[in-house]
Structures are given as C-alpha cells and as structure tokens.
T-cell receptor, first 112, second 118 residues
Framework: DAKTTQPPSMDCAEGRAANLPCNHS???????VYWYRQIHSQGPQYIIH???NNETNEMASLIITEDRKSSTLILPHATLRDTAVYYC?????????????FGTGTKLQVIP | EAGVTQFPSHSVIEKGQTVTLRCDPI?????LYWYRRVMGKEIKFLLH????????ESGMPNNRFLAERTGGTYSTLKVQPAELEDSGVYFC????????????????FGPGTRLTVT
C-alpha cells in the first residue's frame, strides 16, 4: 500500500470548515483513498473513501486532485465532537480482504 | 443494530499471567479483524478471520498470542504468558463479505480492550 503524509496536528474553530490535507504521491491506479478517525477512547471510525472522483456523505467530503497525488477531507461545520485523530489511508480493494494500515494521522482540535 | 462489542473494557494483569480478550462482531459479518495500539505507537493489524478460518495472521507478534473463532461467530485473543510490552489497546473490527465485483464493505471497530501488564 502507498504511504501517506499528513500534518501531525491542526486546529479549527467550531462551526468552521475543517480541511485536512493528505499527500499520497506514490498512489497506484487501483488504490483507493480512505479516511478514518479515532475519537479519544473509542475505536476507529470509517468516514469516507474514493478512487478519483470527489465524494460526499453525511459526515464529510473528500476532494481528490486530478493526478490523485493528494486529497483533502472536509468537515463542513466542525463541532467539538469532531476533535479526533484523522487517518488518511491508501489501500487496495480486492474482495474486501484488506487490513487497514494506520499511520500517525492528524490530530484535529476543534476550538470553541 | 448492535455494533462490535469487546470484553473486558479494561484488564490489568501481572507479567506472566494469562489474559483472554473477547470480541463479538456485528451479526452476519464473516470478516473479523484484530488490531492493537501499544503505547505511543500506531494502530497495527494483528490478524483476520473469514468465518472460522485465519485468512491473514501476518501481524501476530509471536506465539504467545493465540486467536480463535470457533463456529465463526465471536473471537477470542489469548495472551499467554503476558509481557510488559503487550500493554496497549486491542481493537476488534468486523465487516461483511462483499459480492463479487463490488467494493469491500467497511470495517466497523469495537471500543477496544485496554490491557495493562504490570
């Protein structure tokens, strides 16, 4: 799986959009970009994933650059409950038998 | 629908003792995974069951760790004998098996078991 690079920490004001960047310059054509988060004392939680098109769900939006070498996770209106470590992961999808390889992630602090 | 549950939530044992962690996946999920985070490190994959069979156990650290999933439902992870470096949080996750040609279904994680070896 391709490696990813994320800033170690970020702050965001409550109610504002949180934009979390991720670089994955060695991503291959059949690898997907996944985002997970881990809120303190809880298990990791899946957020969103995409291949090359931008994606949106009830939690967040995922913007992937045209060359697929980087992406941005957007939390449109951050709340205090969004304070967590966010992991950008690149992985293959081949029949669902894919372990998740976590990196160090970005610690997002939402400030009141 | 109940999520992935893990028991116990916390366990404190002495070095050399045995501990068994339990994971109950979401009903109907054939895939069950174990992960752990030791102090200050990243979350690491341990192994993956498909039903009762071990699909991938490449992350198991050594033979002091034994995972089972008899009957393809709940799973146990036994550490015997426990060492100080086994302290950490052990997570279990489960997912459905996707249909041919579809994307994998996502993994749902449990809250974890915090293991402290003293």
């Amino acid at each position: 799986d391709a490696k990813t690079t994320q800033p170690p920490s970020m702050d965001c004001a409550e109610g504002r959009a949180a934009n979390l960047p991720c670089n994955h310059s060695t991503i291959s054509g059949n690898e997907y970009v996944y985002w997970y988060r881990q809120i303190h004392s809880q298990g990791p939680q899946y957020i969103i994933h995409g291949l090359k098109n931008n994606e949106t769900n009830e939690m967040a939006s995922l913007i992937i650059t045209e060359d697929r070498k980087s992406s941005t996770l957007i939390l449109p209106h951050a709340t205090l409950r969004d304070t967590a470590v966010y992991y950008c992961i690149v992985r293959l999808d081949s029949g669902g038998y894919q372990k998740v390889t976590f990196g160090t992630g970005t610690k997002l602090q939402v400030i009141p | 629908e109940a999520g992935v549950t893990q028991f116990p939530s916390h366990s404190v044992i002495e070095k050399g003792q045995t501990v068994t962690l339990r994971c109950d996946p979401i009903s109907g999920h054939d895939n069950l995974y174990w992960y752990r985070r030791v102090m200050g490190k990243e979350i690491k994959f341990l192994l993956h069951f498909v039903k009762e069979s071990k699909q991938d156990e490449s992350g198991m650290p050594n033979n002091r760790f034994l995972a089972e999933r008899t009957g393809g439902t709940y799973s146990t992870l036994k550490v015997q004998p426990a060492e100080l470096e086994d302290s950490g949080v052990y997570f279990c996750a489960s997912s459905q098996t996707p249909h041919t040609g579809s994307l994998s279904y996502e993994q749902y994680f449990g809250p974890g078991t915090r293991l402290t070896v003293t």
